[in-house]
């Protein structure tokens, strides 16, 4: 797991959830940037060094980013690429996942989470607890889809999104790449890329001040 903070003490807990119901995998730890988390144990396993410990190792270890930010996701996961690493998809044992469905390459499914027919989820996506996702829906790569979020058919998140807490996204919108939906949010028009919207109905309030 790549990242020793929240989201990796809740990967850590969801992979063992898996393998309680019979994955054939096992964790071997966490890589973190961070000098003070390295060598110690975080949820349980130990810190085993920066991402760069990665480099190379593609043939035993697979990998999944337990970072939430979508640009964070985007920089390791190109990281990985170029180490060679493979990434690898938690997703609860209890998902709902209808017919014709497919989750990416490392993304983290927590429970609660139902996915209609037809369902395209990209890579590295993250969706929270209690998300319903409804048919022909379509979230790009490194988006985080917050707890409670509810889509109808045909809407289509675009790459890098982040949608807030409770939001409700009626069928067939299409929310542009790397926009923000705050929560509690009712998208019922389309939003372009790069806004930070709020409110219900849903309305940009300002273009995303991206971190340099
Ligand atoms: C939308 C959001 C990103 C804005 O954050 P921000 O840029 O720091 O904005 P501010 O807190 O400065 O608020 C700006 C204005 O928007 C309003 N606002 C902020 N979030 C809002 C929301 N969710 N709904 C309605 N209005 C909101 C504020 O009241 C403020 O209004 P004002 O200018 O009239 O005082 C943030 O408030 C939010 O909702 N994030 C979602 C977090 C989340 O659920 N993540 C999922 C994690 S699992």
Known sequence: MVGGGNLGCETAWLIEEMVKAGAPVAIAGFVDDSTVKQGKKFAGYKVLGPVSWLKGKGREYKAVIALGLPLDKMKISKLLKSYGVDLFSVVHPGTTIGKGSVIGKGSIIFPQVALSVNVKIGNCVLLNPGITISHDVVIGDCCLIGSGVHMAGKAVVGRGC?????????????????????????VVRDLPAGVVAVGVPAKPIRKIRRRK
């Open 162 to 186: 982040e949608i807030g807490t409770g939001t409700n996204i009626i069928p067939e919108i299409r929310i542009g790449a790397g926009a923000i939906v705050g929560a509690g949010a009712v």
